[in-house]
């Protein structure tokens, strides 16, 4: 769909040109031609660690204005949106200079550090009328849109069990060197990659009401930077294995473990109940898979994505070409820009990623105490 000029502007600062920022800039430059908004992104202005690296970032992602500052960024006349993919310590202070100016807030998860940071940048939120998202953009994919419709309407019978699973490779090497990753303020793999698969517990079968976990370190040590022989101590997991119990009553689990040898993507989730059930791995983004039938007939149908599953269409007329994970965030920002211009709410909020947090908090308090944690 054609960009409108006509239509009114709202202007992005973005704080982070990394992965996840380019990502961010790739979403509001494409937004506008795949999606019928009500106002056109702009971006205006891009904040870096350095002059240098943010004049560079500005250029390459299409910025009009670049700073060292932040700060400058959140005051800036021009932006309405702050979009915040810096490192997780300077979510809170970023996020609350942006609510207290009124700015939209779009920021990457997990929300903060702790679970205490994260209800204060919630309630702040929430007292100022901001909208605010959070960057859990594979709750996106249309096949999980799918997904969650068949489970709601009953088609495979009452929900008996939940199995999540977020597993990835890119820590499984254990010279790979210390990062923000190991710090103790990163919070490992559980809330890292464990807080994805929790929200798509949550979004699939809602609120987690309590957790058993056990959190394990598989590399005790690892270099303090590339190719040193100096090691230190590595105080955050690398696995973790919880039980859970939905407020539903539904029973079942989740792993989280960014050392899986093989994996590179494997955010996957199987539900079952008493007359099917529905299977999914992102590995295969664009396929769902669905349990039916009995006898002889019984098994599992692949479902691919096509443009009868909203809002593949707007990217793709011809089913099997399939959607990619940047599609996910132009998705995501779609929403946030109706959210933003029709005063609406775009999920997941703050406060459910609050809610994300906390769950993650009481697996690790979980695994300290040996014991079943209340959420």
């Known amino acids: 769909m054609a960009c409108d000029d006509n ?14 920022g380019r990502c961010h800039a790739n979403a509001f430059g494409a937004v506008s031609g795949l999606f019928d908004l009500p ?19 500005a250029r390459a992602l299409g910025f009009a204005r670049a700073t060292a500052d932040w700060r400058s960024l959140v005051a800036d006349d021009a932006v309405r949106v702050v979009a915040i993919t810096a490192p997780n310590v300077l979510h809170e202070p970023m996020a609350l200079e942006a609510i207290a100016a009124g700015k939209a807030v779009y920021c990457e998860k997990p929300l903060s550090t702790t679970a205490a940071s994260a209800l204060k940048m919630t309630e702040a939120a929430e007292a100022a009328g901001v909208v605010t998202s959070v960057g859990f953009n594979f709750l996106r994919n249309p096949m999980i849109r799918l997904a969650r419709d068949i489970v709601s309407s009953g088609e495979i019978g009452e929900v008996t069990g939940f199995r999540g699973r977020h597993a990835e490779n890119y820590m499984a090497d254990p010279r790979t060197p210390h990062s923000f990753r190991t710090d103790p303020q990163g919070g490992g793999a559980l809330a890292d990659i464990g807080s994805h698969i929790i929200s798509m517990a949550r979004h699939l079968l809602g609120p987690i009401a309590e957790v058993s976990a056990d959190c394990r370190t598989i590399h005790s040590e690892r270099p303090v930077s590339a190719n040193s022989a100096d090691r230190k101590p590595v105080a955050v997991d690398d696995m973790t294995h919880a039980l859970l119990r939905f407020a539903s009553g539904i029973s079942g689990s989740i792993e989280a473990n960014w050392a899986a040898s093989g994996r590179t993507m494997d955010l996957s989730f199987e539900i079952t109940g008493s007359r099917g059930a529905v299977a999914f791995s992102q590995e295969r983004m664009n396929e769902l898979l669905v349990y039916s039938g009995s006898g002889a007939r019984a098994g599992y149908r692949r479902i691919e994505a096509g443009p009868s599953h909203p809002p593949y269409g707007r990217f793709c007329p011809a089913p099997g070409h399939h959607l990619g994970f940047n599609d996910l965030k132009v998705i995501e920002v779609a929403e946030l820009i109706h959210a933003i211009m029709e005063n609406g709410r775009c999920m997941p909020d703050f406060r459910e990623a609050w809610e994300v947090q906390r769950t993650v908090e009481a697996m690790q308090t979980s695994s300290s105490t040996r014991e079943w944690v209340s959420v």
């Open 7 to 20: 239509k009114p502007k709202i202007g992005i600062g973005l704080i982070g040109s990394g992965f996840m």
């Open 39 to 57: 106002a056109r992104p702009v971006k205006s202005v891009l904040a870096d660690a350095t002059d240098e690296i943010a004049a560079a970032g």
